[in-house]
Structure formats: structure tokens, C-alpha cells
């Protein structure tokens, strides 16, 4: 079984057949380092699932870049506020290392909804969980310290800390890497 | 037909039948001013639906009440960030104006799910707005300024700024009274 279906397979049941039509809806797609899946401008046309791999979310505000999330394998992938209402993304999604992803169209996720048995039932709790951690994520960024924010991280992603440069990940707490240093060196201490 | 299976067949395609059973789960509520469809610290337990009436969400922030949103007739009315983990609620709605809604409970909405052959993609459908509106809801409550907040509230809700006490939609800008005032008169000063 794929990773794709045995990931959908944890939310719905899916016959043999219904399985292979969510093999075919899904094709492959495979972005080199630094490559994009989606930039910013554009409009969000797919969502990805990650087979291999780790892409990062950022905006440009005022001329410099700012790192917003994270996804790695076996997580979906897609900035839903612009693929929902089809309007164009504020947020550029770029592979942070060698992604081997499988995407699927707004139009051929229509057709999963409608074709597969529980297909809309799946969408319903993919959207219930990118809801409650979209809006954790956003409450988060406003409202916890750069420390809270790091070990929040690290009890999320504990292998993203090794994977990601560490300038990514103190742009995503909101920081200088000399402040993520500091911070790394007093969470040592404390232990 | 209720006003409840008039915005539901906005969504989803109901046999009479159906209709039958999302009218029995559904049961009535009354809230007189001032009365709570849910108070913080408690597990939010229904999704309501407003015939009549308005609320207010809002939230004890260091010992002092901010007013976040406001749900008017035709709408649902539901903290989802506890409804949907099941978890206790960091803020408390509250009915601003006599109301009477019609509730469902957590396990009558998954009877509601499965029951109705449409339910589920009703239930995407629903909670996708829900993540859209939720997200730039908080966007915008840490990026506009009181004046920009004011005139989106005034769109999007015309006839509120008439029902709601000044000191709600003050609070719900994040500003005091007095200088909701003085947008106002800033903003008739511009027309």
C-alpha cells in the first residue's frame, strides 16, 4: 500500500477500486532543493502529499523573508486560503530539501469528493485538522515567545531541528539566528 | 421550510426524508439577553443555528473582557476549537439580544454525517468557511488598525453597528469607547 493511501486509509474506508482512483487522481511530482510549489502572486492550483521530503511556507513582508511553517513526509501540503476561493497565495511553499511529492488539482479533488464513497468525509476531517492547527499556528505566532515557539517546535518536529537550516527556523520564530543561538545554549544549560 | 434546512440546501441536496431527520436533531434553545450558550472553562458541546437573535464570543483577558466575534440570525454558532478536540473553551458566547436557535449536539452531528447521504460534504463545505473566515478573522484582529477593523465590521455587517451596545464593537476593535467615537466622527467627516 502507498503512503498516500495508508494515510487516507487512517480517516475513511476505501474499497480496492476507490483506492486505485485515488492513485490515479494523485500524480507525481518531484521538486529539486529550493524549487517551488507554489510562489507567491500565484494561485494555490494543488494539494501535495509528501512521499520524501520538507518544503517550507514563507512571505516576503517588507523586503525580507519570513519562514511561517513547515511540512515533511507523509503530510499533506498546500496553502488552503488561496486554493479554497481560487484567489492568489500572499505565501510561497519552496522544497527545502529534495521532495518527491504526489499532487492532486482542485477540479480532480472535486471528483475524489464526489467519487469516492467517504470521499467528502475525508475532506471534512483533513479541514477540520488544517482549521484547528492553522489557527493554533497563527495564534501562536502572535501570542507566544520566540523560547515558547522553539519548544513548541522541537516537541512537534523533534528530526525537523537536524533537517532545517537554522536561519529557517529563526526566521520562523520570528528572530535573529545570534537570538536562536542564545536560546539553544540556554535551553541547554537549563537541562 | 425552516430557515435551518433553507441555508443547509444552499450546500447539500436533501430528500424530504432527510429534512426529517436533520429537523429532529436539531432541538430548540432558548437564550434570553445576557444568557451563555457557552462559558468559558467548559467543553463547547453544540453547533447552534441562529433563528432569531445575536451573540457575542469573547474572552477574559487579564481580568478585562474582549469581545472577538459576533454570529447574528442565519448563522451557526460554535467555538470549533473546542467542539471539534473536545476540549475547554478559552472564550464564552454570550446572546446580546433575545434568541432562539436550534442545537445539535457533538454525536448528533456524526448521526447528522452519516446519516444524511450529503452530510459530509455539507460538513466540509462548512467548516472549510469556517477555516477561511477564522483565520483572516485573527489575521486581521494582529495586522489592521482599529479604523480599517471598523470599516471591514461595517461591511460585513451592516445592521449590526445599530443592535450591538458601542462598548462590544469598541471592545471587539481593541480600542476604548471614546475613540471609537472619534472614528466615527472621522469617518462621517470623510463621507
Known amino acids: 500500500m502507498s503512503a498516500l493511501i495508508n494515510v487516507i486509509s487512517n480517516f475513511i474506508r476505501m474499497t480496492a477500486l476507490e483506492e486505485e482512483i485515488v492513485n490515479e487522481l494523485f500524480t507525481p511530482l518531484h521538486l529539486g ?4 510549489f507554489l510562489e507567491q502572486g500565484n494561485i494555490c492550483r494543488y494539494v501535495g502529499f509528501i512521499e520524501k521530503g520538507l518544503v517550507r511556507y514563507f512571505m516576503n513582508v517588507d523586503g ?7 511540512n515533511k513526509e507523509n503530510e499533506f501540503v498546500c496553502n488552503y486560503q488561496s486554493f479554497l476561493p481560487r484567489i492568489a ?5 519552496q522544497a527545502v530539501e529534495e521532495s518527491v511529492l504526489r499532487v492532486i488539482s482542485f477540479e480532480n479533488l472535486q471528483r475524489l469528493y464526489s467519487g469516492v464513497k467517504e470521499g467528502d ?6 479541514i477540520e485538522y488544517v482549521f484547528l492547527s492553522g489557527m493554533e499556528q497563527l495564534k501562536s505566532f ?3 515567545s520566540p523560547t515558547e515557539r522553539y519548544q513548541q517546535f522541537l516537541s512537534s518536529y523533534p528530526d525537523l531541528a537536524q533537517r532545517i537550516p537554522q536561519y529557517y527556523i529563526a526566521s ?7 537570538s536562536l543561538s542564545r536560546i539553544r545554549k ?3 544549560a537549563k537541562k
Open 142 to 144: 502572535y501570542t507566544d
Open 64 to 70: 525580507s523573508e519570513m519562514t511561517i511553517y513547515f
Open 33 to 36: 532543493l529550493g524549487e517551488y
Open 89 to 93: 497565495s500572499n505565501t510561497s511553499i
Open 172 to 178: 520562523y520564530l520570528g528572530i535573529k539566528p545570534q
Open 186 to 188: 540556554k535551553l541547554v
Open 121 to 126: 468525509k475525508f475532506g471534512r476531517i483533513a
